[in-house]
């Protein structure tokens, strides 16, 4: 669920069809800057009511994917 | 018993500087600035010192209101980039305008005009025989930015603007905002040369966190403009106008998507002045006034964020 969700927010915010990403893609290569990795990740906090701050080190799909998962199983 | 605005004025130095001019400064380019925040170009003094910039918006204020600089009751003033610590602002204010009254100066930086209305408010509650009060924010940012950043000298203009009040019932509710800390923000004071102090200090320009200080400025706009309009029972359809702080139009834009509305209720002038902190409310104000688009009677909300950290929001009947 938090997958397909965060690649179809990656999928309308960049233009690109879902069925091109997957959890290798980096962030880099669909244009994504920090701003928009801020703005993606807070609508994220209201979808599954989670509290978290992008940092440099997630820079792929599933990088991201398994930062959120994990904080949606504590929750 | 509160206030309403019946005067304003702006000010900006003739001197532009465009996306293009900053890319033969640091490396940038005005596709990389316009995608990032909105801006387009903004003006910098060559020669004007703050207090000069403020004195011009709020003589530009009180010829708008008809008000002899002598009538004013009060001048509140705020500014992060004054040319002394002391005098204040406000009193380099009173003395180039020739009016009389007392004259305090204010610190909540790019909030800060909130923050003069709400002590405008105030007073006009403490002191019954004050009829007028002068609010300004002037700014020289130009002064305090590392023109080595690229992450911050681009996104700062210089300006100041200006408001008139008298003494009425246009200022409904107020929200105000503190969460003190100088890790996301932060413009460190004048490095001294004190033969005793040994511990290291920052640079006395703007340091800011970009994604720690969009995500305080979307958060504040969104809680502060929800919390006006459920304490007062009214919907956006209620106003007419929100004018925002104008620091970065992708903080703008997305606080319309958290608030679900339409980005045509903000009023955003950011793209051709910068973030001018202080002075971005007030300008975006008299140029919201000056297109004839605000008419009285209207409900408006402003809304501004900044270091503090600290952000405010009122809700005004023009």
Known sequence: MVKE????????????????INMNTKFSDL????????????????????????????????????AVEKLTNEG | MSFRIIGTGMYVPPKVVTNDDLSHIVETNDEWITKRVGIKERHVSETEFTSEMGAK?????????????????????????????????????????????PAMELNAAC????????TAAAYFALHKE???ILVVGCERMSAILDWTDRSTCVIFGDGSGAAVLERGDGYLDSV???????????????????????????????????????KYAVTAITNDIQTLLERN?????????????????????????????????????IEKYGNTSSASVPMALHELKESGQLRRGDKIILCAFGGGLSNMACLLEY
């Open chain 2, 111 to 118: 909030a800060a005009f909130l923050y003069l209305l709400e």
């Open chain 2, 130 to 132: 004050y009829k007028r």
């Open chain 2, 233 to 269: 029972h009214l919907t956006m359809d209620d106003i007419a106008w929100i004018v925002p702080h104008q620091a970065n139009a992708r903080i703008i834009d997305f606080a319309c998507h958290k608030l679900g509305i339409s980005t045509d209720k903000m009023f955003v002038n």
């Open chain 1, 31 to 66: 244009g994504v800057d920090s701003l928009d990795m801020t703005e993606m990740c807070m609508d994220l906090e209201d979808e599954f009511s989670i509290e978290f701050t992008p940092s440099p080190e997630i820079d792929t799909v599933g990088k991201l994917v398994e």
């Open chain 1, 5 to 20: 969700k965060i690649i179809e927010m990656l999928a309308e915010a960049t233009d690109t069809e879902a069925s091109e």
């Open chain 2, 176 to 214: 105000c905002t503190v969460k003190g800390g100088d890790d996301v923000i932060k413009i460190p004071h004048f490095v001294g040369t004190s033969p005793f102090f040994n511990r290291e200090q920052d640079t006395p320009y703007i340091h800011m966190k970009g994604q720690e200080t969009f």
């Open chain 2, 57 to 101: 918006a709020a003589q530009a204020a009180l010829d708008d209101a008809g008000v002899k600089a002598e009538d004013l009751d009060l001048i509140l003033a705020a500014t992060v980039s004054g040319e002394t610590v002391s005098p204040s602002m406000a009193c380099m204010l009173q003395n180039q305008l020739g009016a009389t009254c």
